[in-house]
């Protein structure tokens, strides 16, 4: 008698499918679907400003361990009430944003948005 071979059974797709629609799930479950914000960016440039009104113009510079304003350094919890205190009676101020190269695109975001709440601040990003 001849002994039986190697016999090959069917591939079943039912376990296949069932994991890749638990991982499916898991995705969608795990996800956030939040809309993301626009951020305006005007970059610096050369508007000759002759005017008597001519806005308040404030430095600000953002590296990856802090920031300064107008050269004093400050905190990014306390960058609002900063900018604030550092605005004279001027109707109008330009902030001048000038980025460190460490510094992450997300801290970037979140100083333009925080400076762009502000009412009676325009923010221009500089190189």
Known sequence: MASKGFQRRRLSMTPLIDI??????????????????EVPLIQAGTQGITSTDAPQRIFVRLTRDGLTINGAPHDFANL???????????????????????????LFVRTLADISTLPNFRVSVIR
């Open 80 to 106: 609002k009430p900063a900018l604030s205190r550092v605005q004279t009676g001027a109707a109008q101020s330009d902030v001048l944003l000038s980025i460190g190269t460490q510094v992450s695109s997300e």
């Open 20 to 37: 890749i629609f638990l991982l499916l799930l898991f995705f969608m479950l795990t996800s956030t679907f939040t809309r993301f914000a």
